[in-house]
């Protein structure tokens, strides 16, 4: 594929939640109205707060979930609504996920050897169990866990952290994929091993030009790891840009609140107004009912892009209706 062809897009893709209580329904939604693409060899961080969608849109680009609205088209192609159950084995075998917590998503039951030979003969990566359990060596060591032969055998209770989630990578790796999702692949793990793991992905991402949507909390390991940063907000995409041109002058009030609290080395969320009664935060800017600068118009009327500089681009009323 051509590397300035995009491998993955959603266009336009909203996620909503449709929750019944007490005897009434309520909509919520997850996505709205998310604009993103990532081309091969490119990482793209997705950095918002808990509960704001990351993880949800890494769950529609894996397969995990289905869009309410939208578009995804991978590879050039657009993805129906519901994929079949060989055109998912498939887009599931080319887009890969590694989970936040390398523990809860290893088999306790089953070795190390097992949880990567699966892949490799579920996919018909390898032929045979031979040539599988070769391979699963060669994964191993591709993630810096060698002799492999010394992890083939042992539980994932047996190794710690850091290797738990160097198999979770290797088990990835398996299937050759295109396109990785990692969802907060470092949080779970102490500060010591987090740079390995973050060294490890993008020395994988050269070796085999993988895109990659690395999802994090972290404005500071966004910038490590991306090409381009999108900051995301109560599921709307807010800011986004090449990743030393956002972070040198970020622009939404909510990049601003996230950046200052990085360079005090604080959670700084308390920075954050605490929501005050507005309309309803679908109609208008999602971050209407905390921002400091809030205007009339923000709370009525959805923001339009406006181009801060080349390469960096926010979704601000402080900027589209002064442009």
């Not at 060899?41 to 997705?46: D, R, S, T, W």
């Not at 921002?291 to 406006?306: F, G, K």
């Amino acid at each position: 594929m051509n590397r300035t062809q995009a491998l993955i897009e959603l266009q336009n893709v909203s996620k909503r939640y449709r929750r019944r209580t007490a005897g009434s329904t309520r909509d919520t939604y997850a996505m709205r109205s998310v604009n993103l693409a990532i081309r091969p060899g490119e990482v793209v961080a997705l950095v918002g707060e808990s509960g704001s969608g990351k993880s949800t849109t890494g769950a529609i680009i894996a397969g995990l979930e289905k869009p309410t609205s939208g578009t995804v088209v991978f590879a050039g192609d657009t993805l129906p609504s519901r994929l079949s159950g060989d055109q998912l084995k498939d887009y599931r075998r080319r887009v890969q996920i590694i989970f936040q917590d390398p523990f809860s998503s290893l088999n306790p039951v089953h070795t190390i050897g097992y949880h990567l030979m699966r892949p490799l003969l579920i996919h018909k990566v390898a032929a045979s169990r031979a040539m599988a359990l070769q391979a699963a060596e060669g994964l191993l060591e591709a993630v810096g866990l060698q002799p492999a032969a010394n992890y083939l055998h042992k539980m994932p209770h047996q190794l710690s952290g850091g290797q738990r989630q160097r198999v979770g990578i290797a088990r990835v790796l398996a299937t050759n994929p295109e396109l990785l999702v990692a969802d907060e692949p470092t949080s779970m793990l102490d500060v010591s091993l987090r740079l390995d793991i973050m060294n490890l992905l993008l020395d994988l991402r050269d070796k085999r030009q993988l895109g990659m949507l690395y999802i994090t909390h972290d404005l500071s390991g966004a910038h490590y790891m991306a090409d381009r940063i999108m900051v995301m907000y109560r599921g709307m995409i807010v800011e986004e840009g090449l990743s030393g041109v956002l972070l040198s002058a970020p622009s939404h009030p909510y990049t601003q609140i996230l950046m200052n609290a990085l360079t005090r080395d604080i959670t700084g969320m308390e920075d954050i107004p605490s929501p005050v009664d507005t309309q309803s935060a679908e109609q208008g800017c999602s971050f209407a009912n905390r921002c400091p600068h809030r205007m009339a118009v923000c709370v009525s009327e959805l923001p339009d892009w406006a181009t801060v500089e080349e390469g960096h681009r926010v979704n601000c009323h402080l900027y589209s209706c002064s442009s």
